[in-house]
């Protein structure tokens, strides 16, 4: 089995090694903000470690993930969950709120100057236009990386959240 010409478990390990943190991080940012508090069991090392060394068919089979886990789980925890393939997914409400402001604020475009003036932006390239209709996910970031500037390189130790 390969995935982008790579075998199952060359991805799963690229993407445990590469993108882990960022994906617990996110996570939590995720669950804080719906008052939710996620917790990860299975990150135990002696655990991973295991899982990387199963055959793959363990871990994936016919078609449905975790198959182990799920295996291991079955009897215990009801059918309807333990097999279960749907995921329930939730958004984070940060991204909506910076989208419906109703004035830009001036944070924002002292940051998007100062990203622009440090190279950070490719003013012919992007827009502050172009960047109102990027995906959440990159609008997330492009935003953060404006107000950010702001912050760093004008010496925002007296920055304070309510001037967002």
């Known amino acids: 089995m390969t995935m982008d010409g790579h075998s199952l478990s060359q991805s799963l390990e690229h993407t445990h090694r590469t993108c882990l943190t960022n994906l617990l ?40 993930s975790k198959w182990i886990l799920r295996e291991a789980a079955s009897g ?53 236009d172009m960047i109102d209709r990027l995906p959440d996910n990159s609008y997330y970031r492009a935003v953060s990386v404006m107000l950010w500037a702001d912050v760093f390189y004008r010496g925002g130790s007296s920055y304070k959240p309510s001037q967002i």
């Open 76 to 128: 215990s925890v009801p059918d309807q969950i333990c097999w279960s393939r749907r995921k329930d997914g939730f958004t984070n409400p940060t991204i909506a709120t910076l989208r419906t402001l109703k004035d830009r604020p001036e944070a924002m475009q002292r940051g998007w100057d100062i990203a622009v003036e440090q190279g950070i932006f490719n003013k012919r390239a992007e827009t502050r």
């Open 25 to 64: 991080q996110y996570g939590d940012a995720i669950s804080m903000s719906v008052n939710l508090e996620a917790r990860c069991p299975f990150l135990d090392y002696r655990l991973v470690d295991f899982c990387f060394h199963l055959p793959i068919n363990e871990i994936y089979k016919d078609g449905v």
